[in-house]
């Protein structure tokens, strides 16, 4: 994220919930209608997409794989075969559960594979400990001593996956593709709440006017907005973009109304506040979805603000 919290031009959408827009800001201890139509009844599963920075969002291309086995050979198997079938793969192996949780103080990885029966800690209490230290990182338990009990207790634990070693070599591909589609998840985790913490940061912490645009009207504002212009949220909503400019700017309304739905744009316009005084205002932000339309995600900037 850039120095003055605007998204930059190239940008990325991830869906969140309305929920977690709804009461992002408030006025003294009463909560704002931030959001046109929201209600009390509004579920979680309403989404909406919002764009995160690309600056925001690591290298998603390259795993790094952590093999917890005390046996070296199957650990060196694991490891070539690993790497052989996915290039993005780079896999260290360990050969307990203590050296495997000493190697995670020092570095992140995006996926723990671990055998379940080992000395001094066995899987499912490496996958405890994991749990508490490192939450969310996912945990896949590939094992020789499969059986039903084991595989219920590692579901109960919160394993990721859990596989039976074989015999073959196919046993391979499929840990790789477990291993590929659980690193998958977790970062489309991590991408969400990038995105929902860079949103709250511009909404919560005011550093630039945030506001929603459909069909040419405010669908949603954030206090910083609001102020900028010298009105309260409640009465920019459902309000027409014309209202802050000091113009009649064809090409800014356009620019509010429709966008194609990869682009982003910047730009400034002169502003016009409720007590008439035209001032001048950074304009940035792309297209999303909202409700189901198309709708405008800006983030605008005045003064200070813009510099």
């Known amino acids: 994220m850039t120095s003055n919290t605007t998204p930059p031009r190239s940008t990325e959408f991830v869906a969140l919930p309305r929920t977690a827009i709804r009461g992002s800001s408030r006025t003294g201890d009463r909560s704002v209608p931030l959001i046109r139509t929201e209600s009390s009844e509004t579920t979680d599963d309403q989404l909406i997409e919002v764009p995160i920075p690309l600056s925001k969002v690591e290298d998603e291309s390259e795993a ?21 079938i996915n290039d993005d793969f780079t896999v260290t192996t360990e050969t307990s559960a203590v050296a495997a949780l000493n190697r995670l103080e020092g570095e992140a990885v995006d996926c723990i594979i671990s055998d379940y029966q080992m000395p001094n800690m066995d899987g499912l209490e490496l996958l405890e400990v994991v749990n508490e230290r490192y939450p969310d990182t996912p945990f896949i338990l590939f094992t020789g001593q499969g059986n039903e009990e084991i595989a219920s207790e590692a579901i109960a634990a919160g394993v990721t996956d859990y596989m039976q070693k074989g015999t073959g070599t196919d046993q391979y591909e499929v840990l790789a593709n477990r291993v590929e589609n659980a ?13 929902l913490s860079w949103y709250r940061r511009l909404v919560e912490q005011e550093f630039a006017g945030v506001c929603i645009v459909q069909n040419g009207t405010f669908v949603y504002v954030n206090r910083k907005l609001a102020d900028i212009f010298g009105y309260s949220q409640e009465e920019l ?19 509010l109304r429709e966008r194609p739905d990869d682009d982003a744009d910047e730009t400034t316009f002169t502003g016009r506040t409720r007590e008439g005084e035209s001032i001048t205002v ?7 979805r909202y409700d189901g339309d198309r709708a405008w995600l800006g983030v605008l900037r005045h003064g200070e603000d813009g510099d």
């Open 237 to 255: 909503i459902d309000e027409s973009v014309a209202t802050i400019t000091a113009e009649a700017d064809d090409d800014l309304v356009e620019l």
């Open 183 to 195: 690193v998958e998840q977790h970062q489309t985790e991590q991408q969400f709440w990038n995105a």
């Open 282 to 288: 950074g304009l940035s932000g792309g297209s999303i």
């Open 64 to 84: 790094h794989i952590l093999h917890v086995d005390d046996n070296a050979q199957i650990g060196n198997l694991v490891q070539t075969y690993l790497e052989r």
